[in-house]
């Protein structure tokens, strides 16, 4: 009978940030795959954990993946942890979850402590709705466009950012999304914790005093404003869609979305008329 693989998400800095499940899981799996074998010895020693240990990271996954979906169909029952947070959260681990679906081996996400969701509950900004972008990307010009293509989006941005490089994502940010409030998370829950909040050009400036720029850093933009709703009447629109060949419920969302509606105002709209 094949085995489990657990996906059991890890203390983002302070090592008290872990679930009673979590550790049991750590202490009873016949291996832990880890992105790097020192730091989740670090958190196995705090609990007193001693199960083998395997690294499993960005440069040997896709060898590694076969690997660990062989002995999990031979029975054996495995926990993929990343160095902090979720697994494959801008971590690896997707070819070997992908792989292990596939196989028909079971996968159970164990939760725990994420640094984009601590950071956004915590920022101050809002939570009814979010684009979480993972890392932005290194070079500046792919970085504008990722930044571009969200102008319009009416949702809070969520980020992670390097800190060699927030500096300069700063200052994309307020060339193109312009004075939108602005959060960024250092150091969540460790010993120097720290959220700064303003604009992107307020927020730049404090940093920019600083000899250096340290610890991991989740970067928040709030919502951009929703697309003007046009004058005509909705049901012209959406028949406008569907005359171009758009399904009629999709073309509903489509309109929904344009004008910054759900898709249920647009129903329920159309019915009234």
Same mark, same amino acid.
């Given at each position: 009978m094949a085995?489990?693989? *657990?996906?059991?998400? +890890?203390?983002?800095?302070?090592?008290? #940030?872990i679930t009673y499940r979590a550790v049991r899981v750590l202490g009873e799996v016949d291996l832990i795959a880890c992105e790097d074998t020192r730091? +989740?010895?670090?958190l196995l020693d705090r609990y007193g954990i001693h199960r083998p240990m395997e690294s499993y990271h960005e440069h040997n996954e896709r060898a590694r993946a076969g690997e660990l979906v062989a002995r999990l169909r031979e029975g054996a029952s495995i926990a993929l942890v990343s160095d902090a947070g979720v697994p494959l959260v801008s971590d690896p681990g997707y070819r070997l979850v992908a792989s292990a679906v596939e196989a028909g081996i079971v996968v159970q996400p164990v939760p725990g402590p994420s640094a984009a969701l601590s950071a956004l509950s915590a920022s101050g900004l809002? +939570? #009814?709705?979010? *684009?979480?972008?993972?890392?932005?990307?290194s070079k500046r010009t792919q970085r504008r466009k990722v930044l571009e293509a969200l102008a319009a989006e009416p949702a809070t941005l969520v980020f *992670?950012? +390097?800190p060699h490089r927030i500096l300069e994502a700063l200052a994309d940010v307020e060339e193109i999304l312009g004075a939108r409030p602005v959060v960024v998370a250092r150091e969540m829950t460790k010993i120097h914790e720290e959220f700064l909040r303003g604009t992107a050009g307020e927020v730049r400036r404090v940093l920019e005093e600083r000899a250096v720029v340290k610890g991991e850093i989740t970067l928040l933009v709030g919502k951009g404003e929703a697309p003007p709703a046009e004058e005509r009447p909705l049901e012209e629109e959406v028949a406008e869609c569907v005359r171009q060949g758009t399904p009629r419920m999709d073309a509903i969302k489509m309109v929904a979305k344009r004008r910054g509606l759900s898709k249920r105002e647009v129903y329920q709209a159309?019915?009234?008329r």
């Amino acid at each position: 009978m094949a085995g489990t693989l *657990y996906l059991v998400a +890890t203390p983002i800095g302070n090592l008290e #940030d872990i679930t009673y499940r979590a550790v049991r899981v750590l202490g009873e799996v016949d291996l832990i795959a880890c992105e790097d074998t020192r730091q +989740t010895r670090k958190l196995l020693d705090r609990y007193g954990i001693h199960r083998p240990m395997e690294s499993y990271h960005e440069h040997n996954e896709r060898a590694r993946a076969g690997e660990l979906v062989a002995r999990l169909r031979e029975g054996a029952s495995i926990a993929l942890v990343s160095d902090a947070g979720v697994p494959l959260v801008s971590d690896p681990g997707y070819r070997l979850v992908a792989s292990a679906v596939e196989a028909g081996i079971v996968v159970q996400p164990v939760p725990g402590p994420s640094a984009a969701l601590s950071a956004l509950s915590a920022s101050g900004l809002p +939570t #009814d709705c979010f *684009y979480f972008g993972g890392f932005l990307p290194s070079k500046r010009t792919q970085r504008r466009k990722v930044l571009e293509a969200l102008a319009a989006e009416p949702a809070t941005l969520v980020f *992670y950012e +390097t800190p060699h490089r927030i500096l300069e994502a700063l200052a994309d940010v307020e060339e193109i999304l312009g004075a939108r409030p602005v959060v960024v998370a250092r150091e969540m829950t460790k010993i120097h914790e720290e959220f700064l909040r303003g604009t992107a050009g307020e927020v730049r400036r404090v940093l920019e005093e600083r000899a250096v720029v340290k610890g991991e850093i989740t970067l928040l933009v709030g919502k951009g404003e929703a697309p003007p709703a046009e004058e005509r009447p909705l049901e012209e629109e959406v028949a406008e869609c569907v005359r171009q060949g758009t399904p009629r419920m999709d073309a509903i969302k489509m309109v929904a979305k344009r004008r910054g509606l759900s898709k249920r105002e647009v129903y329920q709209a159309l019915l009234e008329r």
